[in-house]
């Protein structure tokens, strides 16, 4: 597992990544993003401070920023992709 937190100030450089390892953990310490995933891009989401989600394992999925935002992440490995732009 890699355990960050991370201060976003524009979306990431990929059209998505997977963790086929394990679930994904999110918590939005400032800010707001939105989180989508491929099974489901109707139900997309938006997370503001002090909310969090789990992307379930193997999940394709993107997070885009509605404003800069403070992160911390929990996220299974060693195993993981993402969609070059």
Wanted: hydrophobic share 35%; glycine share 12%; net charge negative.
């Amino acid at each position: 597992m890699t355990i960050g937190v991370v201060t976003l100030t524009e979306d990431a450089p990929h059209r998505g990544e997977v963790h086929p390892d394990g679930d994904e953990i999110l918590y939005v310490v400032s800010g707001k993003l939105r989180v989508t995933g491929e099974s489901e891009p109707g139900a997309a989401f938006d997370l503001s401070a002090g909310q969090a989600c789990i992307v379930p394992k193997g999940e394709w999925h993107l997070v885009k920023l509605l404003e800069p935002t403070q992160l911390i992440h929990i996220t299974p490995g060693p195993n993981g992709d993402h969609r070059p732009l």
